[in-house]
Protein backbone atom coordinates (compact mmCIF):
# COMPACT_ATOMS: atom_id res chain seq x y z
CA UNK A 1 0.00 0.00 0.00
CA UNK A 2 1.32 3.40 -0.81
CA UNK A 3 0.10 5.90 1.70
CA UNK A 4 -0.39 9.55 0.00
CA UNK A 5 1.40 12.59 1.00
CA UNK A 6 -1.75 13.37 3.61
CA UNK A 7 -2.30 10.14 4.89
CA UNK A 8 1.32 10.03 5.62
CA UNK A 9 2.04 13.21 7.73
CA UNK A 10 -0.88 11.82 9.68
CA UNK A 11 -0.01 8.61 10.43
CA UNK A 12 3.55 10.21 11.34
CA UNK A 13 2.22 12.22 13.85
CA UNK A 14 -0.10 9.44 15.23
CA UNK A 15 1.83 7.82 17.97
CA UNK A 16 1.17 6.12 21.46
CA UNK A 17 1.34 8.11 24.50
CA UNK A 18 4.35 6.70 26.76
CA UNK A 19 5.86 8.85 29.43
CA UNK A 20 8.52 6.79 31.42
CA UNK A 21 8.56 8.88 34.23
CA UNK A 22 4.75 7.41 34.99
CA UNK A 23 3.95 3.65 35.89
CA UNK A 24 0.60 4.19 35.03
CA UNK A 25 1.73 5.72 31.65
CA UNK A 26 4.02 2.75 31.01
CA UNK A 27 1.05 0.34 32.50
CA UNK A 28 -1.58 1.67 29.59
CA UNK A 29 0.52 2.05 26.72
CA UNK A 30 1.60 -1.00 27.59
CA UNK A 31 -2.28 -2.74 27.54
CA UNK A 32 -2.75 -0.69 24.12
CA UNK A 33 -0.40 -2.61 22.73
CA UNK A 34 -2.06 -6.36 24.86
CA UNK A 35 -4.80 -5.50 23.07
CA UNK A 36 -4.20 -5.45 19.64
CA UNK A 37 -1.64 -8.02 20.00
CA UNK A 38 -4.29 -10.32 21.40
CA UNK A 39 -6.87 -9.36 18.43
CA UNK A 40 -4.81 -11.49 16.41
CA UNK A 41 -5.72 -14.61 18.88
CA UNK A 42 -8.76 -16.10 17.82
CA UNK A 43 -8.22 -19.60 19.82
CA UNK A 44 -10.78 -19.13 22.27
CA UNK A 45 -13.55 -18.24 19.98
CA UNK A 46 -15.50 -21.83 18.98
CA UNK A 47 -14.35 -24.42 17.00
CA UNK A 48 -10.95 -22.83 17.61
CA UNK A 49 -8.25 -24.61 18.31
CA UNK A 50 -6.79 -23.02 22.20
CA UNK A 51 -3.24 -21.77 22.29
CA UNK A 52 -2.06 -21.14 18.33
CA UNK A 53 -2.27 -18.22 16.09
CA UNK A 54 -4.35 -18.40 13.34
CA UNK A 55 -2.77 -20.77 10.17
CA UNK A 56 -3.48 -17.62 8.05
CA UNK A 57 -0.48 -15.53 9.95
CA UNK A 58 1.85 -18.06 8.70
CA UNK A 59 5.13 -17.97 10.22
CA UNK A 60 6.42 -19.75 6.91
CA UNK A 61 4.62 -18.43 3.86
CA UNK A 62 5.61 -21.94 1.91
CA UNK A 63 3.89 -23.90 4.45
CA UNK A 64 0.26 -23.80 5.04
CA UNK A 65 -0.79 -24.16 8.68
CA UNK A 66 2.61 -23.84 10.32
CA UNK A 67 0.19 -21.88 12.77
CA UNK A 68 3.48 -19.66 13.99
CA UNK A 69 3.58 -22.55 17.29
CA UNK A 70 6.54 -21.20 18.46
CA UNK A 71 5.76 -18.00 18.29
CA UNK A 72 2.47 -18.34 19.98
CA UNK A 73 3.87 -20.11 22.69
CA UNK A 74 5.98 -16.57 23.09
CA UNK A 75 3.26 -14.77 23.12
CA UNK A 76 2.20 -16.27 26.06
CA UNK A 77 5.42 -15.57 28.09
CA UNK A 78 4.83 -11.89 27.27
CA UNK A 79 1.66 -11.93 28.36
CA UNK A 80 2.27 -13.52 32.04
CA UNK A 81 5.58 -10.64 31.54
CA UNK A 82 2.81 -8.02 31.32
CA UNK A 83 0.48 -9.29 34.31
CA UNK A 84 3.49 -9.59 36.86
CA UNK A 85 4.54 -5.74 35.15
CA UNK A 86 1.25 -4.08 35.67
CA UNK A 87 -0.81 -6.78 37.66
CA UNK A 88 -3.52 -6.61 34.68
CA UNK A 89 -5.58 -9.57 34.87
CA UNK A 90 -7.17 -9.63 31.98
CA UNK A 91 -5.57 -12.56 30.01
CA UNK A 92 -4.63 -14.78 32.43
CA UNK A 93 -7.24 -17.35 31.87
CA UNK A 94 -6.23 -17.40 28.02
CA UNK A 95 -2.50 -17.95 28.94
CA UNK A 96 -3.17 -20.34 31.55
CA UNK A 97 -5.41 -22.41 29.05
CA UNK A 98 -3.44 -22.03 25.87
CA UNK A 99 -0.18 -23.04 27.87
CA UNK A 100 -1.80 -26.37 29.26
CA UNK A 101 -3.97 -27.37 25.86
CA UNK A 102 -0.33 -27.28 24.10
CA UNK A 103 1.22 -29.07 26.61
CA UNK A 104 0.81 -32.50 24.65
CA UNK A 105 0.09 -36.02 25.99
CA UNK A 106 3.57 -36.01 27.88
CA UNK A 107 3.67 -32.74 29.28
CA UNK A 108 6.74 -31.59 27.24
CA UNK A 109 5.34 -29.59 24.68
CA UNK A 110 5.44 -31.61 21.40
CA UNK A 111 1.90 -32.05 20.85
CA UNK A 112 1.52 -34.78 17.73
CA UNK A 113 -0.50 -31.80 15.54
CA UNK A 114 3.08 -29.74 16.29
CA UNK A 115 5.35 -32.44 16.20
CA UNK A 116 6.06 -33.07 12.10
CA UNK A 117 7.93 -30.23 12.32
CA UNK A 118 8.98 -30.23 16.17
CA UNK A 119 12.30 -27.60 16.44
CA UNK A 120 14.60 -27.72 19.76
CA UNK A 121 14.12 -24.15 19.54
CA UNK A 122 10.20 -24.21 19.34
CA UNK A 123 9.63 -26.71 22.39
CA UNK A 124 12.03 -24.35 24.48
CA UNK A 125 10.53 -20.83 23.75
CA UNK A 126 7.03 -22.21 25.61
CA UNK A 127 9.09 -24.16 28.00
CA UNK A 128 10.41 -20.04 28.60
CA UNK A 129 6.76 -18.86 29.59
CA UNK A 130 6.29 -21.71 31.71
CA UNK A 131 9.36 -20.53 33.72
CA UNK A 132 7.87 -17.17 33.49
CA UNK A 133 5.26 -18.29 34.90
CA UNK A 134 7.35 -19.86 37.79
CA UNK A 135 9.57 -16.77 38.32
CA UNK A 136 6.70 -14.90 38.98
CA UNK A 137 4.28 -17.18 40.70
CA UNK A 138 1.58 -16.81 37.77
CA UNK A 139 -1.16 -18.64 39.23
CA UNK A 140 -0.98 -22.19 38.42
CA UNK A 141 -3.79 -23.89 36.19
CA UNK A 142 -4.83 -26.57 38.90
CA UNK A 143 -6.98 -29.26 38.65
CA UNK A 144 -5.00 -32.18 36.79
CA UNK A 145 -2.97 -29.92 34.79
CA UNK A 146 0.81 -30.40 36.08
CA UNK A 147 2.99 -27.22 37.03
CA UNK A 148 4.58 -24.79 35.28
CA UNK A 149 7.72 -25.99 36.47
CA UNK A 150 7.00 -29.67 35.46
CA UNK A 151 6.34 -28.70 32.30
CA UNK A 152 9.46 -26.80 31.91
CA UNK A 153 11.35 -29.86 33.49
CA UNK A 154 9.41 -32.16 30.78
CA UNK A 155 10.97 -30.50 27.77
CA UNK A 156 14.78 -30.51 30.09
CA UNK A 157 14.23 -34.23 30.65
CA UNK A 158 12.74 -34.59 26.77
CA UNK A 159 15.48 -32.69 25.00
CA UNK A 160 18.70 -34.04 26.81
CA UNK A 161 18.03 -37.17 25.11
CA UNK A 162 18.84 -35.68 21.69
CA UNK A 163 22.17 -34.23 22.17
CA UNK A 164 24.41 -35.68 19.55
CA UNK A 165 27.81 -36.54 20.32
CA UNK A 166 28.00 -38.06 16.54
CA UNK A 167 28.72 -35.17 14.67
CA UNK A 168 30.48 -32.02 15.32
CA UNK A 169 31.73 -32.95 18.91
CA UNK A 170 28.34 -32.58 20.35
CA UNK A 171 25.45 -29.89 20.14
CA UNK A 172 21.63 -30.00 19.28
CA UNK A 173 20.27 -30.44 15.92
CA UNK A 174 17.69 -27.85 15.22
CA UNK A 175 15.12 -30.35 14.32
CA UNK A 176 13.79 -33.21 16.72
CA UNK A 177 13.01 -35.10 13.69
CA UNK A 178 15.72 -36.69 11.14
CA UNK A 179 12.53 -36.65 7.95
CA UNK A 180 12.41 -32.49 8.71
CA UNK A 181 14.18 -29.64 6.74
CA UNK A 182 17.51 -28.44 8.98
CA UNK A 183 18.46 -31.37 10.67
CA UNK A 184 21.40 -31.11 9.04
CA UNK A 185 21.73 -27.51 10.71
CA UNK A 186 22.70 -27.10 14.53
CA UNK A 187 21.31 -23.73 15.19
CA UNK A 188 21.78 -20.98 18.19
CA UNK A 189 18.31 -21.12 18.54
CA UNK A 190 18.23 -25.06 19.86
CA UNK A 191 21.70 -24.89 21.30
CA UNK A 192 21.33 -21.50 23.34
CA UNK A 193 17.44 -22.25 23.82
CA UNK A 194 18.55 -24.83 25.91
CA UNK A 195 21.12 -24.16 27.40
CA UNK A 196 18.56 -20.75 28.45
CA UNK A 197 16.17 -23.62 29.65
CA UNK A 198 19.07 -25.30 31.89
CA UNK A 199 20.40 -21.89 33.74
CA UNK A 200 16.59 -20.90 34.64
CA UNK A 201 16.28 -24.53 35.61
CA UNK A 202 19.17 -24.53 37.44
CA UNK A 203 18.67 -21.37 39.16
CA UNK A 204 14.93 -21.96 40.31
CA UNK A 205 16.13 -25.22 41.50
CA UNK A 206 19.39 -25.39 42.60
CA UNK A 207 20.03 -28.56 41.35
CA UNK A 208 23.15 -28.91 40.17
CA UNK A 209 22.30 -31.26 37.30
CA UNK A 210 21.05 -28.39 35.42
CA UNK A 211 23.48 -26.31 35.73
CA UNK A 212 26.28 -29.32 34.51
CA UNK A 213 24.01 -29.18 31.66
CA UNK A 214 23.96 -25.60 31.02
CA UNK A 215 27.91 -25.82 31.27
CA UNK A 216 28.20 -28.45 28.57
CA UNK A 217 26.11 -26.58 26.24
CA UNK A 218 28.13 -23.30 26.61
CA UNK A 219 31.34 -25.20 26.18
CA UNK A 220 29.99 -26.67 23.25
CA UNK A 221 28.90 -23.54 21.75
CA UNK A 222 31.99 -21.87 22.59
CA UNK A 223 34.17 -24.17 20.99
CA UNK A 224 31.99 -24.52 18.11
CA UNK A 225 31.68 -21.69 14.85
CA UNK A 226 28.38 -20.97 16.77
CA UNK A 227 30.44 -18.15 18.64
CA UNK A 228 33.65 -16.09 17.60
CA UNK A 229 35.48 -14.02 20.47
CA UNK A 230 37.08 -11.13 19.29
CA UNK A 231 38.83 -9.02 21.88
CA UNK A 232 36.49 -8.60 24.48
CA UNK A 233 33.15 -8.73 21.87
CA UNK A 234 31.20 -12.49 21.92
CA UNK A 235 29.47 -12.83 18.48
CA UNK A 236 26.56 -15.28 18.13
CA UNK A 237 25.52 -16.74 14.80
CA UNK A 238 23.14 -18.35 14.13
CA UNK A 239 23.42 -21.97 12.30
CA UNK A 240 26.51 -23.94 11.66
CA UNK A 241 25.95 -27.26 9.37
CA UNK A 242 26.92 -31.19 10.42
CA UNK A 243 27.05 -31.83 6.46
CA UNK A 244 30.52 -30.25 6.48
CA UNK A 245 31.17 -31.25 10.11
CA UNK A 246 29.99 -27.40 11.71
CA UNK A 247 33.69 -26.11 9.65
CA UNK A 248 31.87 -22.61 9.63
CA UNK A 249 28.85 -20.58 10.55
CA UNK A 250 26.34 -18.72 8.27
CA UNK A 251 27.29 -15.27 10.22
CA UNK A 252 23.60 -14.29 10.71
CA UNK A 253 23.08 -12.22 13.72
CA UNK A 254 19.75 -11.89 15.23
CA UNK A 255 18.70 -10.14 18.70
CA UNK A 256 16.94 -13.55 19.52
CA UNK A 257 20.25 -15.27 19.66
CA UNK A 258 21.68 -12.80 21.48
CA UNK A 259 18.76 -12.13 23.89
CA UNK A 260 18.46 -16.12 24.87
CA UNK A 261 22.32 -16.24 25.52
CA UNK A 262 22.74 -13.18 27.12
CA UNK A 263 19.59 -14.22 29.89
CA UNK A 264 20.82 -17.52 30.09
CA UNK A 265 24.55 -16.28 30.96
CA UNK A 266 22.74 -14.16 33.70
CA UNK A 267 20.95 -16.71 35.04
CA UNK A 268 24.46 -18.94 35.76
CA UNK A 269 25.88 -15.87 36.98
CA UNK A 270 23.42 -15.35 39.46
CA UNK A 271 23.10 -19.34 40.34
CA UNK A 272 27.05 -19.33 40.55
CA UNK A 273 26.73 -16.51 43.49
CA UNK A 274 28.51 -14.10 40.85
CA UNK A 275 31.34 -16.43 39.07
CA UNK A 276 33.75 -13.91 37.73
CA UNK A 277 33.66 -16.28 34.68
CA UNK A 278 29.94 -15.92 33.98
CA UNK A 279 30.22 -11.72 34.50
CA UNK A 280 32.82 -11.66 32.00
CA UNK A 281 30.90 -13.69 29.39
CA UNK A 282 27.92 -11.33 30.29
CA UNK A 283 29.86 -8.47 29.36
CA UNK A 284 30.98 -9.79 26.32
CA UNK A 285 27.57 -10.57 24.60
CA UNK A 286 26.32 -7.25 25.99
CA UNK A 287 29.22 -5.82 24.49
CA UNK A 288 27.88 -6.94 20.81
CA UNK A 289 24.65 -6.87 21.49
CA UNK A 290 24.78 -3.10 21.86
CA UNK A 291 27.32 -2.62 18.75
CA UNK A 292 25.08 -4.45 16.14
CA UNK A 293 21.74 -4.18 17.18
CA UNK A 294 21.78 -0.30 19.27
CA UNK A 295 23.78 1.48 16.01
CA UNK A 296 25.29 4.80 16.68
CA UNK A 297 23.49 5.74 13.67
CA UNK A 298 20.44 6.44 15.51
CA UNK A 299 21.74 8.01 18.48
CA UNK A 300 23.23 4.47 19.88
CA UNK A 301 20.50 3.43 22.19
CA UNK A 302 17.18 2.11 19.82
CA UNK A 303 16.96 -1.30 18.85
CA UNK A 304 17.33 -2.49 15.58
CA UNK A 305 16.69 -6.43 13.81
CA UNK A 306 19.89 -5.28 11.12
CA UNK A 307 19.71 -8.11 9.13
CA UNK A 308 16.35 -7.22 7.65
CA UNK A 309 14.21 -4.12 9.57
CA UNK A 310 16.22 -1.59 6.99
CA UNK A 311 15.10 -2.78 4.10
CA UNK A 312 11.38 -4.72 5.50
CA UNK A 313 11.83 -7.78 4.43
CA UNK A 314 12.05 -9.86 7.86
CA UNK A 315 9.38 -12.46 7.96
CA UNK A 316 6.37 -13.02 10.47
CA UNK A 317 9.03 -15.01 12.91
CA UNK A 318 11.64 -12.29 13.04
CA UNK A 319 9.47 -9.54 13.80
CA UNK A 320 9.29 -10.94 17.05
CA UNK A 321 12.67 -11.31 17.77
CA UNK A 322 13.57 -7.88 19.07
CA UNK A 323 10.76 -8.74 22.02
CA UNK A 324 13.10 -11.71 23.84
CA UNK A 325 16.11 -9.62 23.80
CA UNK A 326 14.01 -6.64 25.38
CA UNK A 327 12.65 -9.24 28.24
CA UNK A 328 16.64 -10.48 28.09
CA UNK A 329 18.04 -7.32 28.94
CA UNK A 330 15.24 -6.21 31.62
CA UNK A 331 16.32 -9.96 33.13
CA UNK A 332 20.26 -8.87 33.03
CA UNK A 333 20.26 -5.85 34.32
CA UNK A 334 18.26 -7.76 37.49
CA UNK A 335 20.26 -10.68 37.97
CA UNK A 336 23.68 -8.86 37.19
CA UNK A 337 23.25 -5.78 39.06
CA UNK A 338 26.47 -4.32 37.60
CA UNK A 339 25.05 -4.16 34.32
CA UNK A 340 21.45 -1.81 35.24
CA UNK A 341 23.63 1.18 34.79
CA UNK A 342 24.85 0.38 31.12
CA UNK A 343 21.33 -1.61 30.02
CA UNK A 344 18.34 0.92 31.43
CA UNK A 345 18.87 3.81 28.88
CA UNK A 346 18.84 1.49 26.28
CA UNK A 347 15.19 -0.22 27.14
CA UNK A 348 14.23 3.48 28.21
CA UNK A 349 15.06 4.72 24.23
CA UNK A 350 13.87 2.08 23.13
CA UNK A 351 10.47 1.98 24.58
CA UNK A 352 9.97 5.81 23.67
CA UNK A 353 10.95 4.77 20.04
CA UNK A 354 8.96 1.91 20.09
CA UNK A 355 6.02 4.27 20.91
CA UNK A 356 6.28 6.70 18.57
CA UNK A 357 6.53 4.05 16.13
CA UNK A 358 2.67 3.12 17.10
CA UNK A 359 -0.39 4.54 15.44
CA UNK A 360 -2.48 4.23 18.93
CA UNK A 361 -1.70 0.56 20.13
CA UNK A 362 -0.98 -0.57 16.46
CA UNK A 363 3.08 -0.47 16.64
CA UNK A 364 5.31 -0.95 13.39
CA UNK A 365 8.55 -2.66 13.28
CA UNK A 366 11.44 0.37 12.62
CA UNK A 367 11.31 1.45 15.86
CA UNK A 368 14.17 4.12 14.54
CA UNK A 369 11.87 5.86 12.14
CA UNK A 370 9.77 7.73 15.12
CA UNK A 371 6.85 7.48 12.95
CA UNK A 372 4.42 4.59 12.12
CA UNK A 373 6.18 2.65 9.36
CA UNK A 374 2.70 0.74 8.37
CA UNK A 375 3.53 -2.66 9.07
CA UNK A 376 1.61 -4.56 11.48
CA UNK A 377 1.06 -7.42 12.83
CA UNK A 378 1.66 -10.12 16.19
CA UNK A 379 5.17 -9.48 15.96
CA UNK A 380 5.93 -6.03 16.33
CA UNK A 381 2.86 -5.87 18.67
CA UNK A 382 4.36 -8.48 21.09
CA UNK A 383 8.04 -6.38 20.67
CA UNK A 384 6.49 -3.13 21.37
CA UNK A 385 4.55 -4.60 24.44
CA UNK A 386 8.23 -6.68 25.60
CA UNK A 387 9.86 -3.37 25.44
CA UNK A 388 7.46 -0.70 27.04
CA UNK A 389 6.47 -3.66 29.83
CA UNK A 390 10.62 -3.95 30.38
CA UNK A 391 10.60 -0.33 31.83
CA UNK A 392 8.03 -1.59 34.44
CA UNK A 393 10.47 -4.49 35.90
CA UNK A 394 12.26 -3.83 38.81
CA UNK A 395 13.78 -5.19 42.14
CA UNK A 396 9.88 -6.47 43.31
CA UNK A 397 10.11 -8.64 40.42
CA UNK A 398 13.80 -10.36 40.64
CA UNK A 399 12.79 -13.88 39.54
CA UNK A 400 12.01 -15.94 41.81
CA UNK A 401 13.18 -19.27 42.83
CA UNK A 402 11.84 -22.19 44.99
CA UNK A 403 14.51 -21.02 47.69
CA UNK A 404 12.86 -17.72 47.85
CA UNK A 405 8.82 -17.93 47.35
CA UNK A 406 8.36 -19.51 43.96
CA UNK A 407 5.51 -21.83 44.58
CA UNK A 408 5.68 -23.98 41.55
CA UNK A 409 6.11 -28.01 42.28
CA UNK A 410 9.04 -29.33 40.60
CA UNK A 411 8.66 -32.91 38.88
CA UNK A 412 12.30 -33.97 38.37
CA UNK A 413 10.94 -37.05 36.49
CA UNK A 414 8.56 -34.78 34.26
CA UNK A 415 7.76 -35.38 30.56
CA UNK A 416 9.17 -38.56 28.40
CA UNK A 417 10.80 -39.44 25.96
CA UNK A 418 8.67 -42.22 24.71
CA UNK A 419 6.40 -42.33 22.13
CA UNK A 420 7.63 -39.53 20.54
CA UNK A 421 6.70 -40.84 17.15
CA UNK A 422 4.91 -37.55 15.23
CA UNK A 423 1.51 -38.25 14.55
CA UNK A 424 0.89 -38.04 10.56
CA UNK A 425 -2.57 -36.72 11.59
CA UNK A 426 -0.92 -33.07 10.38
CA UNK A 427 1.78 -33.98 7.93
CA UNK A 428 3.58 -31.20 6.92
CA UNK A 429 5.92 -31.34 3.93
CA UNK A 430 8.42 -29.11 3.39
CA UNK A 431 8.28 -28.39 -0.40
CA UNK A 432 11.42 -27.63 -2.63
CA UNK A 433 9.74 -23.58 -2.45
CA UNK A 434 10.32 -23.54 1.30
CA UNK A 435 14.04 -24.48 1.24
CA UNK A 436 14.85 -22.14 -1.93
CA UNK A 437 13.34 -19.70 0.75
CA UNK A 438 15.31 -20.19 3.49
CA UNK A 439 18.15 -20.06 1.04
CA UNK A 440 17.32 -16.65 -0.28
CA UNK A 441 17.28 -14.98 3.06
CA UNK A 442 20.33 -16.44 4.02
CA UNK A 443 22.05 -15.09 1.44
CA UNK A 444 20.43 -11.78 1.41
CA UNK A 445 21.65 -11.78 5.09
CA UNK A 446 25.13 -13.38 4.15
CA UNK A 447 25.65 -9.95 1.73
CA UNK A 448 24.39 -7.58 4.46
CA UNK A 449 26.56 -9.50 6.84
CA UNK A 450 29.19 -9.48 4.61
CA UNK A 451 29.05 -5.20 4.21
CA UNK A 452 27.84 -5.06 7.93
CA UNK A 453 29.20 -6.94 10.26
CA UNK A 454 32.47 -9.04 9.30
CA UNK A 455 34.31 -5.74 9.04
CA UNK A 456 33.74 -5.54 12.78
CA UNK A 457 35.84 -8.79 12.81
CA UNK A 458 38.40 -8.98 10.34
C1 LIG B 1 -11.38 -14.01 23.49
O1 LIG B 1 -10.42 -13.21 24.15
C2 LIG B 1 -10.54 -11.81 23.89
C3 LIG B 1 -9.42 -11.11 24.62
O2 LIG B 1 -8.26 -11.26 23.95
C4 LIG B 1 -11.89 -11.31 24.35
O3 LIG B 1 -12.00 -9.95 24.00
C5 LIG B 1 -12.97 -12.11 23.69
O4 LIG B 1 -14.20 -11.71 24.23
C6 LIG B 1 -12.77 -13.60 23.94
N1 LIG B 1 -13.75 -14.33 23.16
C7 LIG B 1 -14.45 -15.33 23.68
C8 LIG B 1 -15.42 -15.98 22.76
O5 LIG B 1 -14.33 -15.67 24.85
C1 LIG C 1 -5.01 -30.81 16.89
O1 LIG C 1 -5.74 -30.64 15.71
C2 LIG C 1 -7.09 -31.07 15.81
C3 LIG C 1 -7.72 -30.95 14.44
O2 LIG C 1 -7.65 -29.62 14.01
C4 LIG C 1 -7.83 -30.28 16.87
O3 LIG C 1 -9.14 -30.77 17.03
C5 LIG C 1 -7.10 -30.40 18.17
O4 LIG C 1 -7.72 -29.57 19.14
C6 LIG C 1 -5.66 -29.98 18.01
N1 LIG C 1 -4.93 -30.16 19.24
C7 LIG C 1 -3.92 -29.35 19.59
C8 LIG C 1 -3.26 -29.67 20.89
O5 LIG C 1 -3.53 -28.44 18.91
C1 LIG D 1 25.34 -20.01 46.43
O1 LIG D 1 25.25 -19.65 47.79
C2 LIG D 1 24.27 -20.36 48.52
C3 LIG D 1 24.17 -19.75 49.90
O2 LIG D 1 25.44 -19.65 50.45
C4 LIG D 1 24.65 -21.83 48.54
O3 LIG D 1 23.67 -22.57 49.23
C5 LIG D 1 24.74 -22.33 47.11
O4 LIG D 1 25.18 -23.68 47.09
C6 LIG D 1 25.69 -21.48 46.28
N1 LIG D 1 25.55 -21.87 44.90
C7 LIG D 1 26.56 -22.31 44.15
C8 LIG D 1 26.24 -22.74 42.77
O5 LIG D 1 27.72 -22.33 44.56
C1 LIG E 1 21.39 -12.03 41.98
O1 LIG E 1 20.24 -11.28 41.70
C2 LIG E 1 19.70 -10.63 42.82
C3 LIG E 1 18.43 -9.99 42.37
O2 LIG E 1 18.63 -8.86 41.63
C4 LIG E 1 20.71 -9.61 43.33
O3 LIG E 1 20.21 -8.98 44.48
C5 LIG E 1 22.01 -10.32 43.65
O4 LIG E 1 22.97 -9.38 44.02
C6 LIG E 1 22.48 -11.10 42.44
N1 LIG E 1 23.66 -11.87 42.80
C7 LIG E 1 24.86 -11.48 42.47
C8 LIG E 1 25.96 -12.38 42.91
O5 LIG E 1 25.11 -10.44 41.87
C1 LIG F 1 18.09 -33.03 39.91
O1 LIG F 1 17.72 -33.16 38.55
C2 LIG F 1 18.01 -34.44 37.99
C3 LIG F 1 17.69 -34.38 36.52
O2 LIG F 1 16.35 -34.22 36.31
C4 LIG F 1 17.23 -35.50 38.74
O3 LIG F 1 17.57 -36.77 38.24
C5 LIG F 1 17.52 -35.43 40.22
O4 LIG F 1 16.69 -36.33 40.92
C6 LIG F 1 17.31 -34.03 40.75
N1 LIG F 1 17.73 -33.94 42.14
C7 LIG F 1 16.91 -33.47 43.06
C8 LIG F 1 17.49 -33.41 44.44
O5 LIG F 1 15.79 -33.08 42.83
Known sequence: MRLSPLLFVASAMATLDLDLSSRSSIASAASSVAYNMMTYYVGNQTGQVPGILPGSLSCNPNVAGTYCWWEAGAMWGSLINYWQYTDDSTYNSIVSESIQFQRGPQNNFNPPNQSRSMGIDDQV?????????????????????PSWLALAQGVFNFQTAYWDSATCGGGFRWQVYS??????????????GNFQLSARLAYVTGNSTYG????????????????TLSG??????????????CTNADNLVWTYNYGTVLSGAAYMYNYTNGSSVWETRVQQILATTFLLFFPSDYGGNIMIEMECEPKLICNQDQKSFKAYLARSL?????????TAAQITP?????????????????????????????????????????????????????????????????????GGTT???????????????DRAGAAILTILGSA????????LII
Open 125 to 145: FWAFSALDAVESNFPEAGGDN
Open 179 to 192: FNSGYNLKTMGANG
Open 212 to 227: NWANQVWDWMYSSQLM
Open 232 to 245: DDLYIWDSTDTAND
Open 330 to 338: AITALLVPS
Open 346 to 414: KLQATAQAAAESCNGGVCGEQWYLASYDSTTGVGEEMAALSIIGANLMDSSMIPLKLSTGATSTPDPNA
Open 419 to 433: GTTPSTAFTKTITTG
Open 448 to 455: FILGGVWW
